[in-house]
Nanobody, 117 residues
Framework: VQLQASGGGLVQPGGSLRLSCAAS????????MGWYRQAPGKQRELVAR???????NYGDFVKGRFTISRDNDKNTASLQMNSLKLEDMAVYYC????????????WGQGTLVTVSS
């Protein structure tokens, strides 16, 4: 599975961004897709994850600000981020798992989200 992330950029505090992740390759058995982030000096953490049936879970820090969605026909996942805060600034990575090998992590290249006034 190959993942291509897009949509990062510069936004002011309180603003919005939408990240997209397109999967290609062996997409027929993708079980879940999601987003992680990593800020300088911090560990990578889960932002949001959505399974094939549509159920989603979020990192505690999201607090209703972000929404993850998935288009199974197009093999894409999107993350709508609203009310962005300074502490949301990080590199965001698309992630996926497959049913056939649930322990294997597939990662996109990362997209930088900069929150600054």
């Amino acid at each position: 599975v190959q993942l291509q992330a897009s949509g990062g950029g510069l936004v002011q505090p309180g603003g919005s961004l939408r990240l997209s992740c397109a999967a290609s390759g062996s997409v027929f058995d993708i079980s879940d897709m999601g987003w992680y982030r990593q800020a300088p000096g911090k560990q990578r953490e889960l932002v949001a994850r959505i399974i094939s049936g549509g159920s989603a879970n979020y990192g505690d820090f999201v607090k209703g600000r972000f929404t993850i969605s998935r288009d199974n026909d197009k093999n894409t996942a999107s993350l709508q981020m609203n009310s962005l805060k300074l502490e949301d600034m990080a590199v965001y990575y698309c992630n996926a798992h497959r049913f056939i090998d649930p322990d294997a992590n597939y990662w996109g290249q990362g997209t930088l989200v900069t929150v600054s006034s």
